[in-house]
């Protein structure tokens, strides 16, 4: 395979996406001073009766009456609201638009997207039932992946996408489609996994603080906003703004996923972002704000399922390790050194963390349990362990050998490690092993080629790839991860073992006086 070519990764995350300073082409944006309703700066594509320095009252009364009402009713609220649908001009000009409003400093921003829909209430209402019957089947939903698998299904439905999917970003950012509903324009991406790169860190960000964001076209061409200033003399703020222009490296990035247009909508647990629900078009397609609200809504309630379904099946682990740890306290409390204890009970040793081997091992003893590697590896890893200076109260990894490469030769016995230290003098500790559990991971295009630099030899301009044909990975030297409550149920077995120890050596000095 080809070298890689050398980018610098960190310019696809500095570029600027929320001050382009142009919108998209289905709508038109006003800037107005939130005290006087005088327009501040306009899309170019604003109607002319509401060009900069107008009073928009004299202009667009309706309209200027709406702003007032979202002025008063605080529009501190996150995100773009939407206020509801006006009709503007008359005769051959007469257009009914949705208009959103938002807040950026002393400015009001008003968005106009055109509708053919003046009756924009009663598609609302025709939403109703559909939002009730999906937060019960919510309820039932057994499993995450079921919870996504009805999401998918259901955005598509009220938004008529081609494809519909939801995606996870894991620790490193990278992302997995986890369920896909589609009507088979598009190819399935089910069960792909994209680099990190292809949603900048930037954009990330961004996702978080505005749930969501619309491209109808994305053959579109950008629409400036002017004069390019606010008054303050920065550029307009465009993070929540529905109309905002995207990154020509995104635009082109759909053109070369063979779509045209696409929706994606933050699905944020506990502040962070989980995930996306990611939806396309081979064409063109416009989504009226009124459904889009819907995703959203729909969205939120599926997080806080999917975030107690997550912590129902915390505690469900918890309960069950905290038995095992509650027998092996017993255990240790009635031998004399708490090793024999655990010596003794080797199968509650290893349960407590799922483990398929263990050790416990002292400068000068090392004993082992179950499938571990066989003890000179034990005594290496213990000394490279001992070394690492700051002696860590916990220590996990599912990929040993990336940190200590020695663990390559025990991969089938060591690609996981879980060690706690028990002694706060000597380097003591337990160990918990993972055999390897080698995957194929199945990339949407070679992620070593996420990045292309500009043919022309642009020192900036960047490009996605070109392919987004299944390329295969094979992950190996990897255990299955260790879970949360597995890596607390370790560290409250060490509190255990470190308050045995301690309440000794008081039973000890308490004899000797
Ligand atoms: C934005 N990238 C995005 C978005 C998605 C993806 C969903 C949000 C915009 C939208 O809804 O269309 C990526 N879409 C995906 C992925 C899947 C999907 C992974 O459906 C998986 C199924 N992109 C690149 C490279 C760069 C890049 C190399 O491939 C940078 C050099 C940048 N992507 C990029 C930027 C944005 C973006 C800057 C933000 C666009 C914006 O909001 O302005």
């Avoid at 702003?67 to 007469?94: C, F, I, K, N, P």
């Avoid at 997207?113 to 939403?127: F, I, K, N, Q, R």
């Avoid at 996923?257 to 397609?285: E, F, Q, R, Y």
């Avoid at 000068?364 to 002696?391: H, K, M, N, Q, T």
Wanted: proline letters at 6%; glycine letters at 8%; hydrophobic letters at 45%.
């Amino acid at each position: 395979s080809e070298a890689a070519p050398r980018i610098d990764l960190t310019a696809c995350d500095r570029e600027p996406i929320h001050i382009v300073g142009s919108v998209q082409p289905h709508g038109f944006l006003l800037a107005l001073d939130a005290r006087t309703l005088v327009v501040a700066q306009a899309s170019a594509n604003a109607p002319v009766a509401a060009s900069i320095g107008t009073a928009l009252e004299a202009v667009f009364p309706e309209l200027a009456a709406l702003a007032r009402r979202s002025l008063d009713g605080g529009g501190e609220a996150d995100g773009a609201q939407y206020l509801r649908t006006v009709t503007l001009g008359s005769g051959a000009t007469r257009q009914a638009y949705e208009v959103a409003a938002h807040r950026v400093d002393d400015l009001l921003v008003l968005e106009l997207e055109e509708t053919d829909d003046a009756s924009g209430e009663a598609g609302l209402d025709a939403l109703n039932p559909r939002l009730r019957a999906f937060v019960q089947r919510l309820h039932t939903a057994p499993n995450v992946e079921d919870l996504c698998q009805l999401l998918a299904a259901d955005i598509r439905h009220i938004t008529g996408f081609d494809r519909a999917l939801v995606y996870r970003f894991d620790r490193d950012w990278h992302g997995t489609v986890l369920a896909e509903s589609g009507n088979g324009v598009l190819p399935s991406y089910l069960d792909l996994r994209f680099p990190a790169s292809d949603i900048p860190a930037q954009a990330r960000e961004l996702y978080r603080r505005n749930r969501l964001r619309i491209i109808p076209d994305a053959g579109y061409a950008p629409v400036p906003i002017r004069p390019a200033m606010t008054p303050a003399g920065t550029p307009l703020d465009l993070s929540q703004s529905v109309l905002r222009s995207v990154s020509p490296v995104h635009v082109e990035y759909m053109r070369n996923m063979g779509t045209m247009a696409s929706m994606s909508v933050s699905i944020l647990v506990d502040g962070v972002l989980w995930g996306l629900v990611s939806c396309h078009n081979g064409t063109p397609k416009r989504v009226p704000l009124q459904a889009r609200n819907a995703c959203d809504f729909l969205t939120q309630v599926f997080a806080l399922q999917l975030s107690a379904k997550v912590r129902g099946e915390q505690a469900e682990q918890r309960l069950a390790l905290g038995a095992i740890q509650a027998r092996l306290l017993g255990f240790m409390a009635e031998e004399d050194s708490f090793v024999d204890g655990l010596l003794n009970h080797p199968d509650d040793v290893l349960a407590l963390v799922n483990a398929a081997g263990a050790a416990v091992v002292t400068a000068d003893r090392c004993r082992i349990l179950g499938a571990a590697p066989p003890e000179g590896e034990v005594r290496a890893l213990y000394e490279w362990l001992s070394a690492r200076g700051e002696a860590e109260d916990v220590f996990v990894t599912e990929a040993l050998a990336e940190d200590f490469p020695r663990a390559q030769g025990i991969a089938d016995r060591a690609s996981g490690l879980l060690a706690i230290s028990v002694s706060k003098r000597y380097p003591s500790y337990i160990l918990w092993f993972r055999p390897e559990v080698v995957r194929t991971v199945k990339w949407g295009g070679n992620p070593v080629k996420a990045v292309q630099p500009d043919p022309e030899g642009g020192p900036d301009r960047l490009h996605p790839r070109k392919s987004f044909e299944i390329w295969k990975e094979t992950l190996k030297g990897r255990s299955l991860p260790w879970s949360l409550p597995e890596v607390e149920a370790a560290k409250d077995l060490r509190a255990s073992v470190l308050g045995i120890v301690l309440r000794r050596a008081e039973e000890l000095a308490a004899m000797s006086e």
